[in-house]
């Protein structure tokens, strides 16, 4: 990829904690760069990775194999970064995704108990060496995220996991931080929105995403 590339962000975190709240203001804070902020999704981002989608949430796939499931995600990121992600950081565009491969260490790695070097291996296959330049994690108590996404719709195949599901989700998400310090950041989602959005302001600043 050229010199000039845009930058690569991704928001991550368990379920209602404010990823879709936050988007916007991310965006706009990517445009005062100066440069364009394409904004999508995972699983998604593509008509084959929303059709993918579809499949990975609606509840007629009810016990779908981790697997099957790991395989699904990776195609529809496949899909994604071809079709979509890498075109626009090489167009020098800034590129903001809510969730991308930290979700399927924390979800299909933590949550289902996918071997991590299974998950690396599809990595590597399919990202080659492309890394989010800032993972932003939102990160609340389960009970919170829970009560917040249960207010906004009915849960999906994926949210109507149990409790220690979730649990595992977050502490993978907060392991994964810890390994990665330089290119992952954990932002307290649990206060005011307008305290969330200080935050991250700070550690988009911090890790040279704004000036
Ligand atoms: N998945 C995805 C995998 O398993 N593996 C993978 O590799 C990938 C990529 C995708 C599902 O797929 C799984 C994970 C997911 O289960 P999704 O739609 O992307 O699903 O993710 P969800 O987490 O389900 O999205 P949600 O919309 O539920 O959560 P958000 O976006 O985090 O929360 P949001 O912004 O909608 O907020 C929820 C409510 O809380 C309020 C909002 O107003 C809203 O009502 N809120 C706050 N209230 C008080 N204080 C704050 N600070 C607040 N922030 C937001």
């Known amino acids: 990829m050229s010199g000039d590339r845009g930058r690569f962000i991704t928001l991550e975190g368990i379920e209602g904690v404010g990823k879709t709240t936050n988007r916007d203001y991310i965006q706009r804070l990517l445009e005062q760069t100066g440069r364009t902020c394409i904004v999508t999704r995972e699983p998604g981002g593509t008509p084959l990775g929303e059709a993918l989608r579809e499949m990975l949430l609606e509840h007629r796939h009810e016990g779908m194999s981790s697997d099957a499931e790991l395989l699904l995600m990776f195609a529809?990121?496949?899909?994604?970064?071809?079709?979509?992600?890498?075109?626009?950081?090489?167009?020098?565009?800034?590129?903001?995704?809510?969730?991308?491969?930290?979700?399927t260490y924390a979800y299909q790695g933590g949550g289902r108990g996918i071997n991590d070097k299974k998950i690396s291996e599809l990595e590597n296959w399919v990202q080659g060496e492309l890394r989010p330049?800032?993972?932003?994690?939102?990160?609340?108590?389960?009970?919170?995220?829970?009560?917040?996404?249960?207010?906004?719709?009915?849960?999906?195949?994926?949210?109507?996991?149990?409790?220690?599901?979730?649990?595992?989700?977050?502490?993978?998400?907060?392991?994964?931080?810890?390994?990665?310090?330089?290119?992952?950041?954990?932002?307290d989602a649990g206060v005011d929105l307008e305290k969330v959005q200080d935050q991250i302001v700070h550690v988009m600043t911090e890790h040279g995403i704004l000036a």
């Open 76 to 103: 529809a990121r496949a899909e994604h970064l071809h079709k979509v992600i890498v075109p626009a950081l090489e167009a020098g565009n800034n590129v903001l995704c809510d969730r991308f491969t930290e979700a």
């Open 133 to 187: 330049d800032l993972t932003i994690i939102l990160d609340a108590p389960v009970e919170t995220g829970r009560k917040r996404a249960g207010q906004r719709s009915a849960p999906d195949r994926i949210e109507k996991e149990k409790n220690d599901f979730f649990e595992r989700v977050r502490h993978t998400y907060l392991e994964l931080a810890s390994h990665y310090p330089d290119r992952i950041a954990v932002i």
